[in-house]
């Protein structure tokens, strides 16, 4: 629920996108970041550029194309996307920004309940009308 004491904790305006990360996000997804691979060139790219690209597409629901030109390339986000979705990664930062929304709302990182809602709708019938329905 927004109050006046805490509209300023949700304030992104101060960022240049609203899906970019705050530095507070930033530090609970750092330690989830693999290190770069052994034996090859030192990694040169931003990390917190690239989380940045893949919290825009995600947010915005943009095309890979559409990616601002001051974000990484999107060859490099998803690259990392596809390496972080196969290594799970993703799923740990994702996870991780989740608890810590759930304790910033003074609530168990858990849930202890779910809501299941399902609806039923009648299909029609198949094959159409029967013959004996013309006359």
Known sequence: MWTKENRGHYDRSHLRYDTDLTDEEWAEVLPEIPPAKPGGNKRTVDMREVINGLM???GTGCQWGAIPRDLP???TIH???ARWT????????????YVKCREQADREASPTAAVIDSQSVKSAEKGGLHRSAWV
């Open 86 to 97: 196969d290594d799970r990664t993703w799923e740990r930062m994702q996870h991780a920004l």
């Open 79 to 81: 690259d990392y996307f």
């Open 56 to 58: 825009y597409i995600l």
């Open 73 to 75: 390339p999107k060859s």
